[in-house]
Nanobody, 124 residues
């Protein structure tokens, strides 16, 4: 089993920045890829950014490119999501996910592991 714990969410004004963290523990050697998803009230969970477990490849949904950056600290088994120029429409619960099969994880369905989520609220 793999455990994922997110942190770093909070309340920020429009134009501000936040950095989310996701610490993986347990059978981390089994992870192929990790990703961030988000879910706003009344909406489906959507893909934000993905990174291979090795950290050498990243992938973003088009609307996040240039504003969000996913990265990984191998020594700390931690994946980060740096979010800049935040807008009210970025308000959502942000989830970290990991998968043992897919190195680039872009679909929420079928993910092997999920964190508990961290709330990001952007005020106008």
């Amino acid at each position: 089993q793999v455990q994922l714990v997110e942190s770093g969410g909070g309340l920020v004004q429009a134009g501000g920045s936040l950095r989310l963290s996701c610490v993986a523990s347990g059978r981390t050697f089994s992870i192929a890829g990790m990703a961030w998803f988000r879910q706003a009230p009344g909406k489906e969970r959507e893909f934000v950014a993905a990174i291979t477990w090795s950290g050498d490849t990243t992938y973003y949904t088009d609307s996040m490119k240039g504003r969000f950056t996913i990265s990984r600290n191998n020594a700390k088994n931690t994946v980060y999501l740096q979010m800049n120029s935040l807008q009210p429409e970025d308000t959502a619960v942000y989830y970290c996910a990991a998968d043992e099969t897919r190195a680039i994880l872009t679909r929420a369905d079928g993910c092997d592991y999920w964190g508990q989520g961290t709330q990001v609220t952007v005020s106008s």
